[in-house]
């Protein structure tokens, strides 16, 4: 994305320190643009914990670098140790988003052999560089696989703007590049389709509102800042064409887990025969679940919903309290729409129903993992 002129990841190495790995502070935006180095896999560990960084792939991306990180940090003779010690901290971070402990598994294996520190190092950071670029690319692909049913509905409207309904942020912020729900929105932007993008505001954390809309006025997108509760009504009266949501994890049979309240946009939009897709690279799917139900869901502190925080007049970053003293709030932070809501997958191999046999046709390759082989995910 291009931010101010300057194109950005959300994650980079420091070219001039590899010890460094550079990262957006997202709980600045939209009102500051403010990057943080982490040096440490502790660092990592912190910056997903806190949500500096979120949003499936970058909290995968974060989680490789800090698998990398731990390297450097490792004592001679004790590099499996410290590396399995590392995976156990960074997976702790938060427990619903699959590519986390899908990255760190992966760089773990591929020093899995090295005991020489130089060796591990080397490996240690291609491989964390592979997973970032990876994201960035099969989002990508999500935006040209996407960009086609955009396409259809523009084209059935007579080239009218496609009304796309979005939930939370699963954009550019939330991997590396691109976005997944955001990606056909961007391609078809590209490709010249007029589009307009409602965009749920998404409490407790407001991403919607502070990151979806951010980005969007970035790109130039026309689009409109909505309450969460607002999408239902705008599908009853015909101003919603299609939903594009983004997912944390996702079961082989087609169960989705995102951002609470996107359970109810998929029943709004079923109930009014609005297509509903879910938009994901391969990483997020999770091949050892075939059940909803099973996937963790993270509950935050209830603060998140008691207090806001935003800009004052005078410029200054205030967090305020919106609810009685003494509230007792729970925060759940995901919810899971099952496949049976869901029109289709937006995958970077291409759209699949949401259904086992689908999903096994399109990944062929993972089928040894569903039944709990221990063999390396190379997407």
Not at 54 to 64: K, P, Q
Not at 104 to 133: G, M, P, Q, W, Y
Not at 233 to 253: F, K, P, S
Not at 320 to 340: E, H, M, Q
């Amino acid at each position: 994305m291009i931010v101010n002129g300057t194109h950005y990841r959300t994650i980079w190495p420091n070219p001039d320190d590899r010890g460094s790995i550079e990262i957006i502070d997202q709980r600045q935006l939209p009102h500051r643009f403010a990057t943080v180095s982490l040096r440490r896999a502790a660092d990592c560990h912190a910056a997903i914990r806190d949500m500096l960084v979120r949003g499936a792939g970058l909290i995968g991306a974060t989680a490789a670098y800090g698998m990398y990180l731990a390297v450097r940090e490792a004592s001679s003779g004790r590099v499996q140790e410290d590396i399995k010690g590392a995976s156990e901290l960074l997976k702790s971070a938060r427990p619903t988003a699959r590519n986390l402990a899908w990255a760190a598994d992966r760089v773990a294996a591929a020093v899995a052999d090295c005991e020489d520190l130089s060796t591990a190092e080397e490996k240690a950071f291609a491989a964390a560089n592979l997973i970032a670029d990876e994201d960035a690319r099969f989002c990508n692909l999500i935006g040209e696989h996407g960009k086609g049913l955009i396409k259809a509905i523009s084209e059935k409207k007579g080239g009218r703007p496609v009304n796309i309904l979005t939930h939370c942020n699963a954009g550019w912020l939330a991997f590396v590049d691109y976005g997944s729900a955001t990606a056909p929105i961007y391609a078809a932007r590209d490709d010249g389709i007029a589009l307009h993008v409602w965009v749920d505001e998404t409490r407790p954390w407001n991403q919607g509102a502070k990151l979806t809309s951010w980005e969007l006025l970035q790109e130039g997108i026309d689009h409109s800042l909505i309450t969460d509760n607002a999408g239902g009504h705008l599908m009853q009266n015909g101003e919603v064409d299609m939903v594009i949501v983004g997912t944390d994890r996702a079961t082989y049979t087609g169960d989705v887990a995102n951002k609470i309240g996107t359970y109810l946009k998929a029943l709004a939009a079923h109930d009014n025969d609005i297509p509903f897709y879910v938009a994901l690279p391969s990483s997020t799917f999770d091949w050892q679940l075939s059940r909803g139900s099973d996937i963790p869901i993270e509950i935050r502190s209830g603060d998140e919903i008691t207090t806001i925080t935003g800009v004052t007049k005078n410029g200054t970053m205030e967090t305020i309290s919106i609810a009685p003293v003494g509230t007792i709030a729970v925060n759940y932070s995901f919810d899971v729409t099952p496949a049976r809501l869901v029109t289709a997958l937006i995958t970077e191999r291409g759209i699949v129903a949401a259904t086992e046999a689908a999903i096994g046709r399109m990944f062929p390759d993972k089928a040894g993992l569903k039944r709990g082989t221990a063999r390396e995910e190379s997407s």
